[in-house]
């Protein structure tokens, strides 16, 4: 089509508009997409035992592809639906070691899925497959009316989170399933060091002074080997061993690995920029920082 010279600023501010337009319908595309669930965020919200819902927990009656299930759920009806996480245990661990913190998650506005695996010797790329097989048969248990968490999933926003070979496992999960939201590894150990095919936005949280998967051999390469272009950021507890958040005695741990769990899941799972300055930068709490890619 030809402009004439006459015509020629009408139809650069025509084509301005436009472009104005679909910048804006994106914006408010963008912030549709987003899930807000409970009040501003504050690193004393972030640190208390609990979040602002109740929850309710449900065991799964027959695991299909893993070992045992208990979904834990927040009780309210009045939020809409929630994305649903897996976590999973490491090696020799079960899915009771990790209650405390499915509850905590799952208080934030979450449906958390806790389970074992096949074996406790299960190596981390079959904890990946049954974290998704659990992922697959709750989403598919809450379309049911029997379930009591029936409805409350939305099915669009999973995730997967884990403990050493489970953070293993969470790492395999989120390369084997790039519609996940959000990945959280805690403490990971796996063989692989490359994992520059990850899509999934993911945090590393590690232990300073963790010596069974030890930063040097299995954390920092695995963050070092993302792509630069990947939301990610890489996290080491300060003074903590390989065993935060499984010891009853480490609080202090405790509250600083669901804290940083449960920012990162609420910015990626729901969207939620409330939470982006909690996952932007270093605190006391920190011995390491990193991030990487745009959030």
């Known amino acids: 089509m030809t402009i004439h010279a006459s015509t020629a600023p009408r139809a650069a501010a025509a084509f301005k508009r436009r472009l104005l337009g679909a910048a804006v319908l994106s914006l408010a595309f963008g912030m ?3 899930q807000v669930h409970g009040p501003d965020p504050t690193v004393a919200s972030l640190e208390a035992a609990a979040g602002p819902f109740a929850v309710g927990s449900s065991a799964v009656g027959t695991p299909s592809g893993y070992g045992a299930g208990t979904v834990f759920y927040p009780t309210v009806r009045t939020e809409g639906q929630f994305g649903v ?3 999973a245990p490491g090696f020799l661990a079960v899915q009771g070691y990790y209650r405390w913190l ?5 208080s934030h506005g979450f449906v958390v899925v806790t389970v074992n695996f096949n074996s406790t010797f299960d190596q981390p790329d079959s904890r990946g497959t049954q974290m998704a097989k659990a992922l697959q ?6 379309k049911t009316s029997t379930a009591p968490y029936s409805g409350v999933i939305d099915t669009t926003r999973q995730a997967a989170m884990g403990h050493s070979m489970g953070g293993g496992g969470t790492l395999a999960a989120a390369r084997d399933n790039p519609s996940l939201k959000a990945a959280v590894a805690l403490a990971p150990w796996h063989t692989s060091k490359d994992w520059s095919m990850v899509q999934v936005p993911t945090l590393i949280i590690s232990d300073e002074k963790d010596f069974i998967a030890t930063n040097s051999a299995h954390s920092n390469p695995f963050y070092a080997s993302f792509n630069a272009s990947l939301p990610s950021a890489k996290i080491e507890l300060a003074g903590a061993d390989h065993l935060c958040g499984i010891q009853i005695s480490a609080e202090k741990c405790k509250t600083a690995l669901a804290k940083y769990s449960v920012a990162w899941l609420k910015r990626f799972v729901d ?3 409330r939470y982006t300055p909690f996952v932007r930068s270093k605190t006391a709490e920190m011995s390491v920082f990193d991030t990487r890619g745009q959030y």
Do not use: H, N, T
């Open 85 to 87: 996480v897996v976590l």
């Open 271 to 273: 969207g939620d920029a």
């Open 137 to 142: 048969q709750v989403v598919a248990l809450s």
């Open 102 to 106: 499915a509850e905590r998650v799952a």
């Open 32 to 34: 549709a997409q987003a």
